[in-house]
């Protein structure tokens, strides 16, 4: 199943409400395999209803072979930038099953959502990826992102809701 380095034989498509399923299962992949299973909340209904429903929170595209079988996922969603003045796009999730790694894959899957960044008329289309990940981190600068020096910071769960008391 592995892809091409030029991506022949690769389709990129839009997700539909069809591939809720499939989003989900690529989803719970990329968590266990990321070491975030104990984290994963989603659920293929929910899946659904916020990629589908009335008020779509993100937007997905579906990487598949010819025989329309799955090689990976993104998922993305706009940002505005107060600093900037300007929407953005974040790339909040990129996942190439195992088989599919090391072809086109997934530059064609970011290669699609930098198309959605232009059409909304976005200044950026932005990514995190874990500091560790040192091929994934060479991977995003042969295609051109920049480490802007950041670390992701982030605090949920009980921590979460101690800060938030604190408002009163």
Do not use: C, K
Request: glycine letters at 12%; zero cysteines; charged letters at 20%.
């Amino acid at each position: 199943m592995t892809g091409s380095g030029n991506g022949a034989g690769i389709v990129i498509r839009a997700a539909v409400a069809a591939d809720a399923g499939r989003l989900w299962a690529l989803l719970r992949d990329l968590a266990v395999e990321d070491g975030a299973g104990a984290r994963f909340r989603a659920t293929e209904a929910l899946v659904a209803a916020h990629g589908f429903g009335p008020a779509p929170r993100f937007q997905a595209a579906l990487a598949e072979d010819a025989a329309g079988r799955a090689l990976g996922f993104a998922s993305w969603f706009p940002v505005y930038s107060s600093f900037r003045a300007r929407d953005y796009l974040l790339l909040d999730n990129l996942y190439v099953v195992p088989a599919a790694r090391g072809g086109a894959v997934a530059r064609r899957l970011i290669a699609h959502v930098a198309g959605h960044a232009t059409a909304l008329g976005a200044d950026r289309l932005e990514l995190h990826v874990q500091a560790d990940n040192d091929r994934a981190r060479r991977f995003y600068a042969r295609m051109g992102f920049e480490a802007t020096g950041g670390m992701l910071q982030m605090i949920d769960g009980v921590a979460l809701d101690r800060l938030a008391a604190e408002a009163g």
